[in-house]
């Protein structure tokens, strides 16, 4: 099994980026994606969960609104669109699945750092 997050970088307070998480060594499709987030300090936190084939998504407080994730099963990929960052979004994310049913081994996650 393995978790490949990627697309993390450093931009200023309004802009925008896209990660992506590549997947592979379970059946993708069949499970629900969650992203989570780690700030500094911080204990890691669920963001946004997107169901199988895209059926449901939803999406942390925080980041409703500004965020977008989608995924492509043929792909085994996820992706999570990001507008707007603010400062507080910093912290490193990961992609995995929803706790609900069983973390796998966590990927080394992409940094992301939102300057104001």
């Known amino acids: 099994v393995q978790l490949v997050e990627s697309g993390g970088g450093s931009v200023q307070h309004g802009g925008s980026l896209r990660l992506s998480c590549a997947a592979s060594g379970f059946p993708f499709s069949r499970y629900g994606i969650s992203w989570y987030r780690q700030g500094p300090g911080s204990a890691r936190e669920d963001i946004v969960t997107?169901?199988?084939?895209?059926?449901?998504?939803a999406y942390a407080d925080s980041v409703r609104g500004r965020f977008t994730a989608s995924r492509d099963d043929d792909k085994k990929t996820a992706t999570l669109e990001m507008r707007n960052l603010k400062p507080e979004d910093t912290g490193i994310y990961y992609c995995?699945?929803?706790?609900?049913?069983?973390?796998?081994?966590w990927g080394q996650g992409t940094q992301v750092t939102v300057s104001s």
């Open positions: 997107i169901g199988t084939a895209g059926s449901a998504i």
């Open positions: 995995n699945r929803p706790r609900v049913i069983g973390l796998l081994e």
